[in-house]
């Protein structure tokens, strides 16, 4: 009888210590977005990166818009790092060459890659 409970005793003390363990871990756990506290900071990083890639990309287009030897209806403006990307469609191959220029006159802009097509004056 008395070796029972000795084991029940043993039993109960390996469940105890093994219950500490998995509370340290919880512990260790909770620490884990502390450790995190970076990919936050480039979260919001990334957040100020795109709002001004959005707005070098407003401001190239705008000042497309205002040039009045280019139609840029069909004209796509995308930035990246100071990067312009102009994609789309324009009727005349003069308003492919203009466009490469003025958006290369923007301040902020570091690069221009020009991807647009002359389309057909039937569409």
């Not at 363990?21 to 260790?28: E, G, P, R, S, T």
């Not at 001004?52 to 990309?57: C, D, F, G, I, Y």
């Not at 102009?86 to 802009?109: C, F, K, M, N, Y």
Request: glycine residues 2%; without cysteine.
């Amino acid at each position: 009888m008395k070796a029972i409970q000795t084991f029940k005793l043993a039993a109960a003390t390996a469940l105890i210590a093994a219950s500490l363990q998995v509370y340290a871990q919880d512990d260790a756990a909770s620490a884990a977005p502390a450790a995190s506290a970076p990919a936050a900071a480039s979260q919001h990083e990334s957040k100020q990166a795109k709002a001004a890639n959005r707005a070098l990309s407003r401001k190239v287009r705008s000042v497309l818009a205002k040039d009045k030897h280019i139609d840029v209806a069909k004209i796509t403006v995308r930035a990246r790092d100071g990067a312009v990307v102009l994609q789309g469609t324009v009727p005349e191959q003069s308003q492919i060459d203009r466009a490469t220029e003025v958006a290369r006159s923007v301040q902020g802009v570091t690069s221009v890659r020009n991807a647009l097509t002359i389309r057909s004056n039937e569409s």
